[in-house]
């Protein structure tokens, strides 16, 4: 399954030019880890770098002016950073595989003459078949929606035969991405891979609330952003994974503190309720009278168990509600199930809280802090030497960063 190696921000809210992990232009950088937690204060920047992941995947679901006026979002000159004239830019570097050659994704978002946001650049690229030094051959260059794209697997991987497989591009609509267009068409596998990777992004917007909601019948396969078709996925793992659906839940009730089983009961208009027992009581609760902790872990246990996980999983903070002696444990559950099987997803967490720090290592986990300008500074904490020696000497991470002993670096 394809896995970012690196992110880059530039020029979004407090993000004025942030890096995580490894670029095609910063190679002495260490990759991201499939299991990547950002930490820090309230107000250094973690729910606008979380909004970053999803700002890119909305311009591709949407178009970039309807994902700058998102509500939370509020347009293009709030998202624009202070005083910046600049485009918003981002760079994700990543690969396909772990053998493969990795590919930069550019984009560059702007206002154009009338004021409205559009594509101002966007590029992929990629370096050739045994090439290990230079810079990597773009197989799409837009620019103003206007530029070439090079057809086919094999397309520039020749030195001096660009020119046999390029072909002239104008977009209709600069605020589309290229991508989005030119991702649909057979002639373009690598660009298709790169859509659907974008597209199959998932970023948690759980709700308890929207879980609570009875769903209608109907099946469907994966969980949504909100939570609020549990019912309907439960209803398609009953339907298509009965045995390993049963065996998912023992394990999932296995891992909730107060809950000794979970089941399931159809309704006569065929929808499918999840029961949860908490073995002080002879009749099981409905997940409408659950807490809001339980509902939480059960959603994402559940969408950890999916048959077939989405390749990036984005949770902002997923400790609100959840018993503080449960963070640990579902830490490590994210890392088990990002790094434990072959087409595993890789997860990105956002948290400010140390009992879940506590069960990671250094090189998972980076700090957000906020310069004296006003924009964001991001740090590995493996980069700290004494901290790696902390933290192999038993001290756990969690620990040492709620004793402000990371603030003081």
Not at 19 to 45: C, D, M, R, Y
Not at 245 to 270: C, M, Q, W, Y
Not at 354 to 374: M, N, Q, T
Request: proline share 6%; net charge neutral; with cysteine.
């Amino acid at each position: 399954m394809a896995v970012i190696e690196g992110f880059r921000v530039q020029n979004y809210r407090a993000l004025r030019d942030v890096t995580l992990g490894k670029l095609s232009s910063q190679q002495a950088g260490e990759p991201l880890t499939p299991f990547t937690v950002v930490i820090g204060k309230n107000g250094v920047g973690k729910s606008t770098l979380f909004d970053a992941f999803g700002f890119v995947a909305d311009c591709l679901s949407t178009d970039v002016e309807s994902a700058c006026d998102v509500k939370q979002r509020g347009g293009f000159d709030r998202l624009r950073s202070m005083g910046v004239d600049e485009p918003i830019r981002f760079e994700i570097y990543y690969r396909e595989a772990p053998l493969e050659r990795p590919i930069t994704y550019e984009l560059a978002i702007a206002l154009d003459a009338s004021g409205r946001p559009f594509v101002e650049s966007e590029v992929l690229k990629q370096r050739r078949k045994g090439q290990k030094h230079g810079r990597p051959y773009p197989f799409l260059r837009l620019n103003h929606g206007k530029g070439m794209v090079w057809a086919g697997e094999e397309a520039v991987e020749v030195e001096s035969e660009e020119d046999r497989a390029q072909t002239p591009v104008e977009l209709t609509d600069t605020r589309q991405l290229g991508i989005a267009t030119l991702g649909t068409l057979k002639e373009h596998p690598r660009i298709k891979r790169f859509r659907d990777f974008l597209k199959g992004w998932y970023l948690s917007y759980f709700t308890p609330d929207a879980a609570r909601s009875l769903p209608g019948a109907g099946a469907q396969r994966h969980l949504n952003i909100h939570g609020d078709n549990i019912g309907n996925v439960v209803q398609f793992m009953e339907r298509e994974h009965k045995a390993r659906f049963k065996a998912i839940l023992e394990r999932i009730a296995a891992k909730i503190p107060g809950i000794s089983s979970i089941n399931t009961h159809v309704t006569e208009d065929k929808r499918v309720l999840l029961r949860f027992n908490d073995g002080a009581f002879g009749a099981p609760f409905f997940a409408q009278q659950m807490s809001d902790g339980t509902l939480k872990a059960f959603a994402y246990l559940l969408l950890l168990e999916d048959p077939d996980p989405p390749p990036f999983i984005s949770i902002e903070e997923p400790e609100n509600g959840l018993y503080h002696k449960l963070l640990e444990a579902l830490a490590q559950e994210f890392r088990l199930h990002a790094t434990g099987k072959k087409n595993a997803p890789q997860i990105f967490v956002t948290t400010h809280q140390p009992h879940f720090v506590d069960a990671l290592a250094p090189e998972e986990v980076w700090i957000l802090e906020k310069g004296r300008d006003g924009y964001s500074t991001v740090r590995r904490v493996s980069e700290w030497i004494d901290v790696k020696n902390l933290v192999a000497e038993g001290l756990p991470l969690g620990g040492l960063w709620y004793s402000d002993y990371l603030d003081a670096r």
